[in-house]
Every structure is written in C-alpha cells, then in structure tokens.
C-alpha cells in the first residue's frame, strides 16, 4: 500500500519537474560579446564616438586651405553685344579655381582643435563607461539565470526528499511505528516542495528570458552549468586600486576631458576678440567660345576686426566661464566618488567571497544535520516535524549559498566597472 500510494503521488507532480527549455547555452564571455555588440546603449556610446570623431576631422580640415572649382555656361535666344570683344554673342563659358587660407585667426582654430580632442577622449571615456555599463548588467542577468537554475536543482532535490520521506513515513504507518498524523504531514511537504519547485522554474523562465533580451536574441537563453564564481581573484591594497582607479575610471576621465573641452571652449570665446587675415586667390577663364581662352588671377588680403557685436562675446565669454565652474566640480567630484566607489566595491567583494565561506559551511551542517534526523526518525528517536525541519533547512541553506555566489560574482563586475579595468579572466 505504501509503495503504490508514493507512486501516484510521484507521478502526478511529474510535469512540475520539468525545467524551462532554453534554445541555446551560453558562457559569461559569450554572454558579454554579444550583449556589447547589440546593446542599444552600446550602439549609442559607439556612435558618439563617430561623431567626435567627424568633429574633430573637421575642426583639422580648418588648418588646411579651401580649394573651390566652378564653371558656367548661359545660352539665350537674343543676341547681346559684348564691349570687352565688340561683338555679339548669345553663349558664355567660364570657369574658376579659388583658394583661401586663413593666415591667422588669434589661435582660436588651435583653441577648437583642443576642443575637439576633448570631446573625443570624453566620448570614448563616455564609450567605456557604457562598456562596463554593459558588462555589469548581464553579468547580473548571466549570473540570476545561473543562480535561479541552482535553485530549480535545490528545489528538485527537496521534492525527491519529500517523496522518499512520504514513503518512508506510509511504510512505518503500515508497520505501525508511525501515525497517521506523520502520512499528512509529509504529504503537505510534498506539496510544499512542488509549489516550491513550480515558483523555482517561474523565476528560471524569467531570468532565461531577460538574459537572452540582453544578448539580443528573443527566447530563453540559459546560463553554463556550475557558472557561479566561488572564489574571487585576489585583490590589491585599497591605495592600489584608488590609484588604478584615479588612471582608468571611465567616470574620472570623462570628467577630466569634459573640463579639458569646457577649458578649450572658454579660451575660443576670449580669442574671438583677436582680428582675422585671410588671403584668398584664384584664376577665371572665360570666352564666348569653347573652351574658354581668356583668363584673369586675382589675390586678396583681408583683415577683420570686430568692433562690436551688441555684447555678442561677451555672453559668450560668461557662458564658458560658467560652464567650465561647472566642468571642473564635476571633474573634483567624480575623483572623490570614484574613491568611496572603490573602497566600497572592494569591501563588498570581500564581504560576499566571506559569506560564501559562511554558506558553504551551513549547507555541510544542514546535511550533515538532516542525516542524524533521518537516522533518529527511522529508530523513532525524533519527530517529522523534526525531520522536516531539518530538511527545509537544508535546502534554503543552498539556497542561500546559490544567493552568496551570485552576489560575489555580481560585486566583481561592479568592482570593474568603478575601476575601469577587468580583474577577472570571463571577462
């Protein structure tokens, strides 16, 4: 009786078992590649980084001379008479080659050059930030999915748990060594286990899905078995990595060349009161017949001085002057940030590779604890409730040290991220 009781219940609950199906498998590497490649953020980042680039290509080009080619042809049905050759004519071709340079500008192209440079180290800065960015957000999904598949397994082991000790339990009741009390309540554990398992899968499912939205592909992508780190590679002195970090951040530097750019903008704004000489020359070729015979050159210094411009450089002088104040506390407050960010993301790393420790010692307790229960249970020296107990303790106890590794290798990504740099190989 007892057997056929704890098949059927074995067999109704089978379905629950059944884990989420993931369309492929990924490691941390893959996961982290292909989320940099098609993370709108990314893309974003990437594409800030053209433009500075473009800026910068131009603002260059402003160094060289400009060259301009034209021609023309008109035509008209009525003849007009031309004083240059006394004849008349009804057609004209011309053509020109002009070139200009300008000779001095008071060093406000060298000004937006600087500008320009500024720009790019800050959108590459900015570029890198989003990288890590990137990387410390699918590393949390990489490692929740890692994690809620090591707890659909707990969940699992905690079911088949609770059916052997529903058997056990319907065994001593036909002996007589148990109550009937002692059937009911490993029955209810047996429920208990399944509506576990059924949330353990619900939340798998999830973690599958938001991964694979991550690396861009549209179904449930699982993460590598056993993918949860143990340990964390050793970490350098506190003033190692504040140093390290005051070099690398992408934070700090995109500070600095945000100050560097508001710096060069202010100095653009002061030289606009400095005069401008351009020198301008070219060659016109023109005649009534094709192709054209006549030709002229033509040269040309001009200077520019700007009188007044109705306070014109002026606002503009108090504009950068304000947006470099406020440049430059952003730069003193991203160096300070990024100091508390390290000494707390390194404390961090080492609080959860501790705890790690702490979880793997309770799960060999709760086992080792659940082995005496099952020992005094079968003599009659304990309760079910006692066993029970013991059980459920077991599994939140590797629950738990599924939650300690997620939470380590989390604090990891977050660490290179402050840090600007990896410090770990899946990378």
């Avoid at 008479?81 to 009804?90: E, Y």
């Avoid at 011309?94 to 790019?120: C, H, K, M, N, P």
């Amino acid at each position: 009786m007892g057997v056929a009781l704890a098949s059927l219940l074995c067999a109704v609950p089978a379905a629950a078992q059944d884990a989420p199906v993931a369309a492929r498998t990924v490691t941390l590497r893959e996961a982290l590649e292909l989320a940099r490649a098609t993370a709108p953020s990314m893309i974003a980042a990437q594409s800030a980084v053209d433009i500075a680039e473009a800026n910068q290509l131009q603002t260059r080009g402003s160094l060289l001379p400009s060259l301009t080619a034209n021609g023309s042809y008109s035509n008209s049905s009525n003849e007009r008479f031309d004083q240059s050759t006394g004849r008349l004519v009804s057609q004209n071709y011309s053509a020109a080659l002009q070139a200009g340079y300008d000779i001095f500008t008071g060093g406000r192209r060298l000004a937006q050059l600087r500008g320009a440079g500024a720009d790019v180290a800050a959108a590459e800065a900015n570029r890198r930030a989003e990288w890590f960015a990137t990387t410390l957000v699918t590393t949390q999904a990489f490692y929740g999915a890692a994690a809620a598949e090591d707890i659909v397994r707990s969940a699992q082991q905690r079911l088949e748990r609770a059916r052997q000790q529903l058997v056990f339990a319907q065994t001593r009741l036909d002996v007589g060594t148990a109550t009937q009390s002692d059937v009911l309540r490993a029955e209810l554990e047996v429920g208990n286990a399944e509506l576990a398992l059924i949330d353990a899968q619900t939340s798998l499912r999830s973690a599958m899905l938001q991964l694979g939205r991550l690396i861009g592909v549209a179904e449930p992508v699982a993460a590598e078995p056993l993918a949860l780190p143990t340990e964390a590679p050793p970490l350098p002195a506190p003033e190692e990595l504040v140093r390290r970090a005051m070099l690398a951040s992408p934070s700090v530097r995109a500070a600095e060349a945000e100050l560097d750019s508001r710096s060069a903008d202010r100095l653009e704004s002061l030289l606009a009161y400095a005069p401008t000489l351009r020198l301008t020359g070219g060659y016109d070729w023109f005649s009534f017949d094709f192709p054209p015979n006549e030709q002229s050159w033509n040269l040309r210094l001009t200077a520019t001085m700007p009188l007044f411009n109705n306070f014109g450089r002026e606002a503009a002088v108090q504009r950068a002057n304000a947006n470099r104040r406020v440049a430059e506390a952003r730069a003193r407050d991203a160096q300070i940030a990024v100091r508390a960010a390290v000494d707390a993301a390194a404390s961090e790393v080492l609080a959860a590779e501790r705890r790690v420790e702490i979880a793997d010692r309770a799960v060999e307790l709760a086992r080792e604890d659940l082995r005496v229960q099952e020992e005094r249970y079968q003599i009659g020296a304990a309760t079910i409730l006692d066993l029970q107990t013991s059980q459920v303790a077991l599994t939140d106890a590797e629950i738990a040290a599924v939650r300690t590794r997620q939470e380590l290798g989390t604090a990891l990504a977050r660490l290179e991220a402050v840090l600007g740099e990896t410090i770990t190989e899946a990378r």
